[in-house]
């Protein structure tokens, strides 16, 4: 202290939680959430949350308290008020929507990167956390067998946004500043973006956001398993341009949110190149699953891609929110190009590496820390042997479902990256969305419906950190009971032990 008043000042606070503070909180902390973990399994937490709407309210204070709590209080109430009203993600049984997996390796950096706390959407704000999030993006990259025109020695960047519909969005601003260079700004009303009918709602979003009014959803049919044919987008293409109108951006998905359709790279691709249209491919949640080189097939033709996407915060054992992202060699200027921006405050050393320029938001976090370490600590083998333990309880559900004759796999879907959807044959839907109430109403396991094709449609999503065939027989348990009360019991004894033995 070299000043006396400055001293004085100080005085009067004392800032509480010091480092012997944080190290009792947070051992107590994880002790707790060591707690939860282990009761996920056991089936004393329904898996999706029984509470009524309005449950919370009236169980707590209306007000903040005006002096401190201890932890130990919280965490009662955490036990008694927010638990019930939580639907467990971490669950084996979670088998709804796609997964939003973590892993204690996750955890723990996830931890360090709050503690650090930066916002580094400079390089200078936080050099480690630039260089680190470039260095990161390389080794996934490889790990997923991108083309090598993605990774940062061939010209190609990687940046991770905070989810999927944001790196829709960037892309979408990039092809619409790639083709608006050199024209008249009216023209960006005449802009047209192509997907399929099964793309996720994040590309309409994105074009409500970037302000392009002429997105083509472009129908499927069962017949492609609901991938997006190539012909359908030149015809739309042509008829624009036949307008006069300006077609730029093409998404393709690889794994769709209904039912896990690969839409045709290798042919989309060439049209988006004889159009010059932006091509993104949306991996969000099935482009993890290029780890595995026995997969590679569905990646082919990526090559053509302008930017790719995929959460490693859905399959890959990050927690929310990581969701990485990469432009093919070149394209990230014209992400700059839409989004670059310094104001005097932020004009330090401005270069390639400022990721607020990838970006919609200024701030972000050290995200890349969480995918280092699960990269070190699952290694390559150990994400591998993840990937592969979902595709096993996949194939384990697809026995036991078809060993049932009331079940069948849902014609215009195949089961693949852990997902199968499946009906009731001959079924209505309200039978159909009885039995799903009632397997979820059980806590037993949790699963969601969709409509294809105008049919009530059940997925079975497999993609816990913890999953194991035999949580699968459990929930398939859950649903032949449920569909013994709707349906009847089945009528032969030849059931599912028979079906097991092949
Ligand atoms: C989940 C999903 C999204 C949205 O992901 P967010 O990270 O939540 O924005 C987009 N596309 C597909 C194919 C998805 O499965």
């Known amino acids: 202290m070299q000043n006396g008043s400055l001293k004085e000042a100080g005085d009067g606070y004392r800032p509480p939680f010091d480092a012997d503070e944080f190290r009792r909180l947070g051992h107590a902390m994880v002790d707790f959430i060591a707690e939860y973990q282990q009761s996920l399994g056991t089936g004393s937490l329904p898996v999706r949350s029984q509470a009524s709407p309005g449950y919370l309210a009236p169980r707590l204070p209306g007000a903040a308290p005006e002096q401190p709590e201890g932890l130990p209080a919280i965490l009662e109430d955490v036990q008694r008020h927010i638990l019930p009203g939580m639907t467990h993600w971490q669950s084996p049984s979670f088998f709804a929507w796609f997964p939003a997996n973590t892993s204690p390796p996750s955890l723990v950096a996830d931890m360090l990167c709050s503690a650090l706390g930066v916002i580094g959407f400079s390089w200078v704000s936080s050099p480690a956390a630039t260089e680190l999030e470039a260095i990161v993006l390389d080794w996934l990259g490889q790990l997923l067998r991108l083309p090598p025109s993605f990774l940062s020695p061939q010209g190609g960047t990687g940046v991770i946004q905070s989810t999927a519909s944001e790196a829709t969005l960037v892309a979408l601003l990039s092809a619409k500043a790639r083709a608006m260079e050199g024209r008249p700004e009216e023209d960006a009303l005449k802009l047209c973006a192509y997907c399929s009918d099964q793309a996720h709602s994040s590309v309409r979003k994105a074009c409500m956001v970037a302000g392009i009014t002429r997105l083509r959803a472009l129908p499927t049919s069962p017949e492609h398993l609901h991938a997006l044919q190539p012909e359908a987008i030149e015809a739309a293409v042509q008829a624009d341009l036949a307008e006069g109108l300006l077609p730029c951006f093409a998404c393709a998905t690889i794994g769709t949110t209904n039912s896990c359709a690969v839409d045709p790279l290798p042919a989309i691709g060439q049209l988006a190149l004889r159009h010059s249209l932006w091509l993104h491919v949306d991996a969000a949640y099935a482009g993890t699953f290029g780890l595995l080189p026995e997969l590679s097939s569905h990646f082919e033709g990526l090559e053509l891609a302008d930017s790719f996407d995929t959460n490693p915060h859905k399959g890959l054992l990050t927690n929310f929110d990581c969701s990485t992202m990469w432009f093919r060699e070149g394209r990230a200027r014209w992400a700059r190009q839409a989004l670059s921006l310094t104001p005097e405050y932020l004009r330090h050393h401005a270069n390639d590496l400022d990721y607020k320029d990838l970006q919609v938001p200024l701030g ?56 199968v959807c499946f009906r009731l044959a001959g079924a209505t839907r309200q039978q159909s969305e009885v039995v799903l109430e009632a397997v979820n109403a059980s806590g037993t396991a949790f699963l969601v419906g969709t409509l294809m094709d105008g049919q009530h449609t059940i997925r079975m999503a497999i993609g816990s950190a913890t999953v194991l065939p035999r949580h699968i027989r459990e929930a398939w348990a859950a649903i032949q009971a449920a569909a013994d009360e709707v349906l009847g019991p089945v009528a032969t004894s030849n059931g599912a032990e028979n079906g097991l033995a092949h």
Request: proline share 2%; with cysteine; aromatic share 14%.
């Open 364 to 419: 972000r976090k050290f995200r890349a820390l969480k995918l280092w370490f699960v990269m070190r600590m699952y290694g390559a083998e150990g994400l591998r042997a993840y990937l592969r333990n979902r595709l096993e309880c996949q194939r384990v559900f697809e026995e036991l479902l078809a060993a049932d004759s009331r079940f069948l796999v849902a014609e215009g879907t195949a089961p693949r990256f852990g997902l």
